[in-house]
């Protein structure tokens, strides 16, 4: 009676045991626990897969041999300070792993002896890519939703597929509101990095000291201000996806050296750091600025321009795709009308020629708030606003293209009243772009 009892416990305990063990290897976190001299105990299947050993090869393995400097993570843990969400790294079988690592101390409670230590790790790529579905910092364009039937569009657009899947460098380059942007995205959902992260920096928004501690990330105690554990620059984030590279032109020579160095290595170093850090990205590029001229006036590194120009994409401004413009209308219509619940409107015949024979300085992005502003109030004529300035412009033959941009902008801005968001808006600019213009030609803007 008595041995049956036993027995009986005996099994219990087993069931418990496996439920346990199944619980926890069922996390899609790694886990493992070393006795107090640092001797692997238990581990999860998720912590065998990440170091790429079995639970058997890694029983009885020193931690210190894994994870480097664990001694000072062991040194806080026994000195029952906590250890949380720090960054480690691992040496795996296939190579060095970048990781999240949190270590608790085992206190056994009548003695309050220490036992060991539960480490929970998980990899920082598929952190990150659970943060990037979560913040919806994706790519949202893909090729079946760009508009255009043009047979030079068409060819760029078949050309633009072709080269999703390559690993080289794409250069995109085309006047503002040409569709960079829109690009770059679809060709990173096309091709087969599409579930990696699409990480996008824009080179002219930031100022020069920020740009790289943006694109390489810097250590804890770089600088002054730089937060605890550091901060992973934008090539790592991107790791495994693609890095946009917006506005490549505005970036500052010296940058650009530090550039090409990361290119061709595939290597980085984090501001401070001298730990090598490897990044598996593959870069787009886009600039509206002439960049072969910029390498022969010296603004722009030769070897960065053919590094970064080996598969060169050339946008067509809308002038040049005319027959386009009835189709992107149709399109706008249809988009804005549901995105501002309105009834879609057709517009006359005569408004959509004379749309047709619009320049379009601001090109798809101006087109595409011209219908937004007539959405809003069809029978007002206030979304005119872009063409009657135009008119007012005056061209005489000495004057440059330069010139007539300054004036432009100018009057727009006093219409605006120094508001540069809608100005920004009218012209079918960015902000950024807008604000560089203002710069350039040394416009006051009056508020
Ligand atoms: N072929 C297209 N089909 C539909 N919409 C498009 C197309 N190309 C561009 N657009 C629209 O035009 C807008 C501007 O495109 P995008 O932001 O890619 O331009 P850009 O070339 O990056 O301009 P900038 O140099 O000012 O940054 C987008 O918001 C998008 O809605
Ligand atoms: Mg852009």
Redo the contacts with the bound molecule.
Sequence with gaps: MQTKSWEELNHKLLVAKKYIETIIDSISTGIFTTGPNGYIKTINRTASEILGLSQEEVLGVNVSEIIEKWESIQQSVSNKTTYLEEEAFIKGQKGRIHCILSAYPIIESEQYKYEGIVCTINEIKSVRNLANKVMGKQALYTFD????KNKEFSKLLNYAKQISNSPSTVLIT??????????AQSIHNESSRRNGPFVAINCGALPRDLIESELFGYEEGAFTGAIRGGRPGKFELADGGTLFL??IGEMPIDMQTNLLRVLEKGKLFRIGGNREIEVDVRIIA?T?RDLQRDTEDGYFRKDLFYRLNVLPLK?LPLRNRKDDIPL?ID?FIKMKSLKLGKTPISLSSELIDKMVSDPWQG???EL?NTIERIINAPNSDLWQITETTKDEVIITMDESLEAIEKAHIEKIIDKCEGNISTTAEILG??RN?LYRKIKKYSIVVLK
């Excluded at 939703?145 to 255009?148: A, E, H, Q, R, T």
């Excluded at 085309?174 to 690009?183: L, N």
């Design positions: 939703k760009i508009i255009g085309g006047e503002s509101g040409t569709g960079k942007e829109v690009f917006d506005e886009a509206n946008l992107l399109y090109n798809i992005r595409e600019i960015g772009t």
